[in-house]
């Protein structure tokens, strides 16, 4: 039996209250939910209960975390005494941090998070103040469109929501009146109106081409529409629209051959602004070459990118698929920051490479183990040692705004940071919303970094907690299975060749009895199989060099 278009909107609206209740249900009672949590519209309860569990967590971190005096202060008033105004005001000091203190990246960023979680609460609790600053930053989200640790139709819902509270919540001078009240149904509204403009932009694009073809009285009519739909909430109750046949254009002389533009995304300079102050000094050719327009990597066809990379790695097939996702619909290639987790030997890294080569990236792999200073973030131009950021050096090495960035064993890292820290350095770069305009301390201007694809991989993430950890998306990377053998055996063999430079005539496949000899390989680490290879490799010429 079919469903009506009503039963179907209502069948979903209960499925979504289901998985909302269940997620609810799941989290303990104490959990403080993440910013990330509450753009995807998860139900924090009570608000102020909510805002003092947050604030009691920050406090308890306040030796990983920089805040300033005075938000602790703010902060330990508002665990006392947890009222809106209090949370207004954290919200107030924290932004007025941010627009003063320009020099201390990490510093920033905790203010900015701090800020951010208390404008998304006060935005639930019906305040303006928050629902103008939630607005900001969910817009500067969607724009950057790079943080895809956020589910984007969800971000868009919550910008919806936020515009609603904004218009019609309750302002710094009216009454704090507050009670806790429900997400589900203020959510749910904000979908139905996402839904009701959506299709009316659809709409009004389809008029628009058929009136600009002057084929407008060819269009047959609608039944299923209703003009009366426009003034109604909810969703139009209507049809998918489809683009109607469009009649045989009239035939014209022909125009003579113009040579077409040469296709692919538009070239980008590393740095828009001026760079006249370098006049002197080792940065001077700077002055050129940072303000010169390079190419970026058109997104290639992702389907036969997928198929490339599972045949390679079986295991991870839908790792890879999710990985590859954001892509779609775009005109170059810029992953988001994906953080690969896994045990050790099971290939991280080398998978981190092939995917960013197979998109056709520039690769750089930076090794981070025991890594300790913050050089990647690049030093002042006032030291004889200045040079670029990590990350700029490869734009112009590699002569391509679009390059991917892969930081290997970014969880093992020195944790003091008596010279810097690394991870520090990283903050202010995959920022999605500053990630343009990055401050580059060696030029003194801003860097265009929205084009680097920052990849790392780590055998834990319990190192890497805080605003790091939340800046990636993390993808827990599988170990191979048994059944993969073949295809790992084929891989060693392709790096060994590589390494050696030998052709494969000189090193073919393994045989059907070479890779029996194999099956005592269970899965997991690859590492003791290379081994293994490379002592079947060494018996097919002389026996005496095995162990």
Not at 129 to 152: E, P
Not at 475 to 488: C, F, H, K, M, Y
């Amino acid at each position: 039996m079919t469903q009506t278009p009503f039963e179907a909107a209502a069948a979903e609206m209960r499925a979504d209250i289901m998985a909302a209740d269940r997620a609810a249900q799941n989290r303990p009672h104490d959990h403080v939910l993440t910013l990330a949590e509450l753009y995807q519209g998860a139900e924090p309860g009570d608000v102020l209960d909510q805002a003092a569990r947050a604030a009691e967590a920050a406090l308890a971190a306040r030796n990983r975390i920089p805040l300033s005096q005075k938000a602790l202060v703010e902060l330990k008033d508002f665990r006392r005494e947890p009222t809106l105004q209090g949370l207004r005001q954290i919200v107030c000091l924290c932004d007025s941090f941010i627009q003063s203190c320009t020099d201390i990246i990490t510093a920033r960023m905790a203010h900015q998070d701090l800020r951010d979680h208390a404008a998304i609460l006060l935005m639930l609790a019906g305040d303006r103040v928050g629902a103008r600053m939630t607005v900001r930053k969910t817009f500067s989200l969607l724009l950057a469109g790079d943080h895809s640790s956020l589910c984007h139709y969800e971000l868009w819902v919550t910008l919806v929501e936020a515009l609603h509270v904004a218009t019609d919540g309750r302002g710094e001078d009216e009454p704090d009146d507050y009670g806790p009240v429900p997400r589900l149904p203020s959510r749910l509204i904000a979908r139905q109106r996402l839904n009701m403009q959506t299709e009316v932009m659809l709409l009004h694009e389809h008029a628009t081409a058929a009136i600009i073809d002057n084929i407008a009285d060819d269009i047959p009519p609608d039944p299923d529409f209703d003009f009366m739909d426009l003034e109604r909430p909810g969703p139009l109750r209507r049809r998918p629209l489809r683009p109607a046949p469009r009649p045989a254009p009239k035939a014209v002389p022909a125009a003579p051959a113009v040579p077409a533009p040469a296709g692919g995304p538009a070239r980008r300079a590393l740095v828009s602004g001026s760079l006249d102050h370098l006049t002197s000094g080792p940065l001077k050719d700077y002055r050129k070459t940072a303000r010169e327009l390079l190419p970026s990597i058109s997104v290639p066809d992702l389907s036969e990118v997928r198929e490339r990379l599972v045949a390679g790695m079986p295991w991870a097939a839908e790792q890879v698929a999710r990985m590859l996702s954001p892509l779609v619909g775009r005109d170059r290639v810029v992953l988001p920051p994906y953080l690969l987790v896994g045990a050790q030997g099971t290939g991280k890294t080398e998978a981190a490479v092939a995917i960013a080569e197979a998109l056709g990236l520039p690769t750089t792999v930076v090794p981070c183990g025991g890594l300790a200073d913050g050089m990647w973030a690049g030093t002042s131009r006032a030291w004889s040692t200045t040079r670029l950021d990590g990350a700029a050096q490869q734009i112009l090495a590699d002569r391509c705004m679009t390059v991917c960035s892969i930081h290997d064993e970014l969880d093992k890292c020195a944790r003091s940071d008596h010279n810097g820290s690394h991870h520090a350095a990283l903050l202010g770069m995959l920022e999605p919303s500053r990630r343009h305009a990055y401050h580059d301390p060696a030029l003194e201007a801003a860097c265009d970094l929205s084009g680097v694809s920052f990849l790392a991989t780590a055998n834990g993430t319990e190192p890497l907690q805080g605003p790091l950890l939340d800046r990636f998306t993390v993808i827990t990377w599988p170990a191979p299975r048994r059944q993969d053998l073949p295809v790992v055996a084929r891989r060693i063999l392709q790096a060994l060749r590589r390494e050696g430079g030998l052709d494969p005539a000189w090193m073919p496949d393994l045989d059907a009895s070479e890779i029996r000899a194999l099956q005592g390989w269970q899965g997991g680490s690859m590492r003791p199989l290379r081994r293994a290879i490379e002592r079947l490799v060494a018996l097919r010429s002389d026996p005496k060099l095995a162990n």
